[in-house]
């Protein structure tokens, strides 16, 4: 963990951002060794102590390992320069538990760059908070809110490689 929090932590500074979250750092300790405590998983092959108990047990059982309902980041964008991170608390709370606000900061200005993430309990809020918070006016400023992708899912805008040299002609020139 102190490497990953590390190599963040160099990355963080080099592209120049940031981190002002609400969460103090006490909050991230507890819910990192909360995910550290859970149970651990059953092995393949391996049934759960309650299957050897019955058949009503074992359906009992199954409801339990559910998969909880997870939290979603969506990603605000436009916002103005002023927007404070409670600011955005206070109008998402409306629509759920909001659990982190994280607005960027340019590293030589300390403004915000323009975009925020807001992280809700689960996805039912997070649509809610989409279908409502999606254009509409924030701090005189027409926001734009969509559910967060990772990396891999986002959209390439092409770009790429530059091209290599070019070639300046060869050969005759008529006069």
């Known amino acids: 963990v102190v490497a990953i929090s590390t190599r963040v932590n160099y990355w963080v500074r080099r592209v120049g951002i940031q981190v002002s979250s609400t969460r103090s750092n006490e909050e991230r300790k507890r819910d990192s060794r909360a995910m550290a405590d859970s149970t651990p998983t059953q092995e393949e092959g391996t049934a759960p102590p309650e299957a050897a108990a019955g058949t009503e047990t074992a359906e009992a059982g199954a ?36 659990i982190d606000v994280f607005l960027p900061t340019d590293r030589y200005s300390g403004r915000s760059r323009g975009f925020g993430f807001v992280t809700l309990s689960n996805k039912a809020e997070a649509d809610a908070a989409i279908a409502s918070m999606d254009q509409t ?13 990772p990396k891999g899912e986002r ?16 050969g005759t020139t008529k006069l």
């Open 63 to 98: 409801e339990d390992n559910a998969p909880a309902s997870e939290e979603v980041k969506l990603v605000v964008k436009n916002l103005s320069y002023d927007t404070t991170e409670q600011t955005i608390r206070d109008q998402f709370a409306a629509f759920g538990n909001v």
């Open 137 to 149: 006016e924030l701090d005189g400023r027409t926001i734009k809110v969509v559910e967060s992708k």
């Open 155 to 170: 959209e390439s805008y092409g770009g790429g490689t530059g091209g290599g040299a070019r070639g300046g002609g060869g």
